[in-house]
């Protein structure tokens, strides 16, 4: 079964660097997301994407992210600087295009746990 | 503000038992609910998606159900294994691809 993966697994940066987590979604999916998940909270949405654009954001995504599809296949999130509160595990999820504006299941990817020292 | 919330916070029960999950919320407009299942350090899996105009939804042993009228929906699972041990999650969709999850409920099923 086709599934969504991430790379890295896990990755430990500096505060102040830049860190680019990759995700390869599902070859056939058109829409495309990640969120975070701060240890112990709740999933939060970040950014949708579709057409090469951002489609929606949260006020958590400001000027500090950016995602990119560079290529077919692969779909980032960068932080351009990171801060301590930025530590989380990233997941990026995909859908297929709708039949139906109110019917979409979106497949989630393992996951990469960033920590900011 | 749009929120989900989710009872109990955790739950333990033995294999082979029922439980049912409940999951409340405010948002608005209202466009899908999902329940999702998350194992520990995994991404979650999808379960159940209903709009707003299903009553139930039923994946194997996992039935949910939703009230969209009372924003009210439950998960319930049947004969529970210790492979159900994991978190689940309500996510709510209101409008165009805006998610609201829940906080979720830790679910141990316990030998």
């Known amino acids: 079964e086709p599934e969504v993966t991430q790379t890295p697994s896990h990755q430990v940066t500096q505060m102040g660097q830049e860190v680019i987590l990759r995700c390869v979604p599902i070859?056939?999916?058109?829409?495309f997301y990640w969120y975070r998940q701060i240890l112990g909270q709740k999933v939060e949405f970040l950014v949708s994407?579709?057409?090469?654009?951002?489609?929606?954001k949260s006020e958590i995504f400001d000027d500090q992210f950016s995602v990119e599809r560079p290529d077919g296949s692969n779909f980032t999130l960068k932080i351009r600087s990171t801060k301590l509160e930025d530590s989380a595990m990233y997941f990026c999820a995909s859908s297929e295009a709708r039949t139906s504006l109110y019917q979409e299941t979106q497949y989630f990817g393992p996951g990469t746990r960033l920590l900011v020292l | 503000k749009n929120q989900v919330e989710q009872s109990p916070q955790s739950l333990i029960i033995l294999e082979g038992k029922n439980c049912t999950l409940q999951?409340?919320?405010?948002?608005?407009?209202?466009?899908?609910l999902r329940w999702y299942k998350q194992d520990t350090g995994r991404g979650p899996v999808s379960l159940t998606i209903m709009t707003f105009s299903e009553n139930t939804k039923s994946n194997g042993r996992y039935t949910a159900t939703l009230d969209a009228d009372t924003k009210q929906s439950s998960l319930h699972i049947t004969a529970s294994q210790l492979s159900d041990s994991a978190s689940y999650i309500c996510?709510?969709?209101?409008?165009?691809?805006?998610?609201?999850f829940g906080t979720g409920t830790k679910l141990q099923v316990i030998p």
């Open positions: 996510v709510v969709s209101g409008g165009y691809q805006k998610v609201t």
């Open positions: 994407f579709y057409n090469n654009e951002i489609s929606e």
């Open positions: 070859s056939n999916h058109l829409y």
């Open positions: 999951c409340n919320y405010t948002v608005s407009p209202f466009s899908n």
